[in-house]
């Protein structure tokens, strides 16, 4: 004697189609995985492996197979891994008979389930980030979104905030890893144009020897400009007899750093 079997997710919202990542975590959202049974027999435990996919834009991303095993409408366990895409897998339910006896019914297929992302508050952005530079790049390459429309990771050039590439699954779903990326990116673009005029007094010592650094303001300008093509100051002589150097703009037209000031005047202060 056996038992009809419907596994399904989420058993009080069984016909919802959408479940979405916290973006306040980020975390995943609560899933839970069960079985319903004919009147007469019960749900002694089940067992579940499920892995999430993603295979936008010519990603072919899967997780590790997440398992776990528990009573009856478990909440599914997804460790540390902040993730979207099809969930889909399989369930295996040991189940009582009318008779006190009981039987395992075999791994069956899960119902898929899409898993989506939702876009953070540019404030989150602004607080995480400490500083503005990094969040106008990302206004400039993406209006600030992670996600589209279609609550997918947002895609043009690359992915979400910065469209990067070369990113790892977790970075196009987890909003603090993408933005840890890209502030890693920004501070390396801004080291390598603090050296620029250093690298001008090494190469010719007897006619840099008296070029200064770029001050704050003329170093983020720099820093801007790296993000599109050319740099934003050249040096030229200034002083008596031209002994000395100052740094002045390449250029009498805007360049992408002007573009990013003009951006930055319009986002709120960093904390």
């Avoid at 969930?87 to 899409?114: C, M």
């Avoid at 820093?223 to 002083?239: A, F, I, K, L, V």
């Avoid at 100052?246 to 709120?268: M, Q």
Wanted: charged fraction near 20%; include cysteine.
């Amino acid at each position: 004697m056996s038992s009809s079997l419907a596994i399904h997710t989420n058993l009080a919202d069984a016909l919802a189609a959408e479940a979405f990542i916290d973006p306040a975590g980020p975390t995943m959202p609560k899933i839970t995985l069960g079985a319903t049974l004919d009147p007469g027999f019960s749900v002694v435990s089940l067992k579940y492996e499920q892995t999430i996919t993603y295979r936008g834009h010519g990603r072919d991303d899967r997780s590790p197979v997440f398992s776990g095993s528990g009573p009856n409408n478990l909440v599914l366990d997804f460790q540390n891994h902040v993730l979207g895409g099809t969930l889909s897998g399989r369930a295996e339910v040991l189940i009582r008979r009318p008779n006190g006896s009981t039987y395992w019914s075999g791994w069956q297929t899960t119902p898929a389930r899409p898993i989506y992302g939702k876009n953070p508050e540019s404030s989150a952005l602004i607080e995480q980030a400490g500083s503005l530079p990094p969040i106008v790049i990302a206004k400039l390459r993406s209006d600030l979104q992670m996600f589209g429309a279609d609550h997918l990771p947002f895609h043009r050039d690359g992915f979400g905030l910065f469209q990067l590439t070369d990113l790892a699954p977790g970075e196009i779903w987890h909003w603090r890893t993408h933005l840890a990326v890209g502030l890693t990116e920004h501070a390396r673009r801004s080291a390598e144009a603090a050296a620029y005029p250093d690298s001008l007094r090494q190469s010719d010592p007897a006619t840099y020897r008296r070029l200064p650094d770029y001050n704050a303001a003329e170093l983020k300008l720099e820093t801007y400009q790296s993000y599109d093509t050319g740099r934003y100051w050249q040096p030229r002589r200034s002083g008596l007899f031209g002994r000395n150097w100052r740094w002045v703009k390449t250029s009498p037209d805007t360049l992408f750093a002007d573009r990013c000031l003009a951006t930055e005047r319009d986002l709120p202060d960093a904390p």
